[in-house]
Nanobody, 128 residues
């Protein structure tokens, strides 16, 4: 099974940038779709962005379109976050799901989407 570890969380001013990394090991990385999910205490998790197995397709929540960019290379996925807002403050999790169904991004943003692997999260705080 794939094991993922996030890094790169930071405390920044509004308008700043953060680049999150998700390092994968333990299985063939390009057999998995990858998503970034964020969680604020007391709120439902939010699927921020997802990327297909070979990186040709991406999906974004409306709240981050035009500001965040997801990418992947070899055994790492990234989330470049620009023009950060205080409402982006959250713990960001990298999640992966084995996906033998082709080069698409499935509908991962629902609360019941069952990822196979989760990281422990990295905190991003945007000052208000």
């Amino acid at each position: 099974q794939l094991h993922v570890v996030e890094s790169g969380g930071d405390l920044v001013q509004p308008g700043g940038s953060v680049n999150l990394s998700c390092a994968a090991s333990g299985d063939t990385f390009d057999s998995y779709i990858v998503a970034w999910i964020r969680q604020v205490p007391g709120k439902e998790r939010e699927g921020v962005s997802g990327i297909s197995r070979f990186g040709t397709r991406t999906e974004y929540a409306d709240s981050v379109k035009g500001r965040f960019t997801i990418s992947r290379a070899k055994n790492t996925a990234y989330l470049q976050m620009n023009a950060l807002k205080p409402e982006d403050t959250a713990v960001y999790y990298c999640a992966a799901k084995f996906w033998p169904y082709g080069e698409i991004v499935p509908s991962f943003r629902g609360p019941t989407f069952d990822f196979d692997s989760w990281g422990r999260g990295t905190q991003v705080t945007v000052l208000s």
